[in-house]
């Protein structure tokens, strides 16, 4: 496993964009597919965004709208977020796993490493 820390949250008006980053531990980071998922109040947690060596995914809600990337040599994944909804108001958390098929990036149960989450805001 590796150990994530999730930075960059905050209130933001609509309309506007925040960074998220996702800092890891391990010297392994390059191998795990990286992913965003967020959990709004009294909502089921949902994939927002994942990412592996090659390949990205989004969730149809934040296509065109927010980019995942990732900066191996710093342990780092960076979710850019644009054109905020108030709908995109959640805890958002990072997560790692090994996932060998890109139709798993979706899914929680394929990641096995956490970050603690940060809070997102945005207002009408």
């Known amino acids: 496993q590796v150990q994530l820390v999730e930075s960059g949250g905050g209130l933001v008006q609509a309309g506007g964009s925040l960074r998220l980053s996702c800092a890891a531990s391990?010297?392994?980071?390059?191998?795990?597919?990286m992913g965003w998922f967020r959990q709004a109040p009294g909502k089921e947690r949902e994939f927002v965004a994942a990412?592996?060596?090659?390949?990205?995914s989004y969730a149809d809600s934040v296509k065109g709208r927010f980019t995942i990337s990732r900066d191996n040599a710093k342990n780092t994944v960076i979710l850019q977020m644009n054109s905020l909804k108030p709908e995109d108001t959640a805890v958002y958390y990072c997560?790692?796993?090994?996932?060998?098929?890109?139709?798993?990036?979706?899914?929680?149960?394929?990641?096995?490493?956490w970050g603690q989450g940060t809070q997102v805001t945005v207002s009408s």
């Open positions: 997560a790692a796993g090994a996932i060998d098929t890109r139709d798993a990036y979706s899914s929680g149960a394929g990641y096995n490493s």
């Open positions: 391990g010297r392994t980071f390059s191998t795990y597919v």
């Open positions: 990412i592996s060596r090659w390949i990205t």
